[in-house]
């Protein structure tokens, strides 16, 4: 079970951080990562994490987004900052035994939680 949370209404320009917490009978995660679905748009994936630390983001939050976790804690985080509107979506985090499968079809998702950016 994944449990993510940190979302929110926000100006052009500020900062939010979203936290996501794995609970349960979890297997082989080696690999979490964040998604984002815009209003009528699809689900595109944000940026990813492996157990190593190795990173990864999208062109359209690189240089704005970090992703970071903590291995014993079960945790991610994904630092947003400088946030467009074009960033408003539900942001899902997600989990899978590895790195491809969380970039194309993750086995775990989180609920999702609501980031509004506006003015």
């Known amino acids: 079970q994944l449990q993510a949370f940190g979302g929110g209404l926000v100006q052009p320009g500020g900062s939010l951080r979203l936290s996501c917490v794995a609970s349960?009978?979890?297997?082989?995660?080696?690999?979490m990562g964040w998604w984002r679905q815009a209003p009528g748009a699809q689900r595109d994936l944000v940026a990813t994490?492996?157990?190593?630390?190795?990173?990864n983001c999208a062109d359209s939050v690189k240089g704005r987004f970090a992703i970071s976790r903590d291995n014993f804690k079960k945790t991610v985080w994904l630092q947003m900052n400088d946030l467009k509107p074009e960033d408003t979506a539900v942001y899902f985090c997600a989990a899978a035994p590895s790195i491809a499968q969380v970039t194309t079809n993750p086995r775990y998702w989180g609920q999702g939680t609501l980031v509004t950016v506006s003015s």
């Open positions: 994490i492996t157990n190593g630390g190795n990173t």
């Open positions: 349960g009978n979890m297997f082989s995660i080696n690999a």
